[in-house]
């Protein structure tokens, strides 16, 4: 009796990945990026998403395994970029810390106004459906919102060394206060339409620190 060969792969060679499934399923991450900063994920229709990708309505479960899991992943993607557009503006070392906070705020107002007020956070968003959502998503929200208060923590740090903020200020507590703050001028900010809301609250952010 003889055996067939066993078919080696050549050393050095990667093996094939399917890069088209991959980049389909970063396209539909994208595009639910887009429509969860616009309305809530239980609002959310996944054969609207499918048909703006050009994905057949029947493929979506070859690419996540539920809603569930779909709306985690976007919230990862957006969670990290995010995370680079904080450390864009609040490690930017060419401003001052606290000039440094009003270019995250000035680069939000100008997204949110190219985007007509329609997209907000997609944090703020979920957290205000999360007594309806997976408890999964409960930790996750506020596992985001820390890493965002000890990024901003740190910035209010560098302030206290510059002279910007008194030494003996909580910036934890400031960084959190900013966060709670900062998400309700968001969802005023789409309310009305206008930035109305996000100028009132960092001018009164930064009139209330102490000196």
Known sequence: MTTAPIKTRRPGRPPKVDRENFETRE??????????????????????ILKQVGVPKG????YFESKEAFGRAVLDNYARYFAQRLDLWLGNETLSPLERL???????????ARHGYRRGCMVGNLGQEVSV???????TLEAIFLEWQARLSQ?????????????????????????IGWEGAVMRARLVKNDAPLNIFISGFLRGLPQ
């Open 133 to 139: 959502l997976p408890e999964a998503f409960r930790e």
């Open 27 to 48: 396209a539909l991450i994208r595009c639910g990026t887009e429509v969860l900063t616009e309305q809530g994920f239980m609002a959310t229709g996944i054969d609207g």
């Open 155 to 179: 910035c209010l740090k560098a302030a206290q060394q510059a002279g910007e903020l008194a030494t003996d200020a909580d910036c934890d507590e400031l960084a959190a206060f900013f966060w």
């Open 59 to 62: 493929s979506f479960y070859h």
């Open 102 to 112: 009003v270019g995250f705020v000035q680069h939000a107002k100008a997204g949110m």
